[in-house]
Nanobody
Framework: QVQLVESGGGLVQPGGSLRLSCAAS????????MGWYRQAPGKQRELVAT???????NYADSVKGRFTVSRDNAKLSVYLQMNSLKPEDTAVYYC????????????????WGQGTQVTVSS
């Protein structure tokens, strides 16, 4: 019903920048919360940043001041601008959508993208 497709990952040197994009498609009227999570090898998946359709944001302490989440509600898209990247930011980054309204009173949570690899290394 819902597909989330991420793009923009890659290899970057410490201190560099990357911009991730995620676009949702399917039978969707609106999405309440879109955001980014990440999972490093051997670690649990963790929240990076989320944004509601009204513009309220939530960031992990580890990325505050370096990462910025934004959305284009009309395009059902969410973005993550990552600056001052550190080796510890290396992970697979996943896009997530919650509060997806399909119309006819149907709302559901927990849609995930396939992930995009971000590697920060010199």
């Amino acid at each position: 019903q819902v597909q989330l497709v991420e793009s923009g990952g890659g290899l970057v040197q410490p201190g560099g920048s990357l911009r991730l994009s995620c676009a949702a498609s399917g039978r969707i009227f609106s999405i309440n919360v879109m955001g980014w999570y990440r999972q490093a090898p051997g670690k649990q998946r963790e929240l990076v940043a989320t944004m509601t359709s009204g513009g309220t944001t939530n960031y992990a302490d580890s990325v505050k001041g370096r990462f910025t989440v934004s959305r284009d509600n009309a395009k059902l898209s969410v973005y993550l601008q990552m600056n001052s990247l550190k080796p510890e930011d290396t992970a697979v980054y996943y896009c997530k959508a919650d509060g997806v309204w399909h119309g006819m009173g149907q709302v559901d949570d927990g849609w995930w993208g396939q992930g995009t690899q971000v590697t920060v290394s010199s």
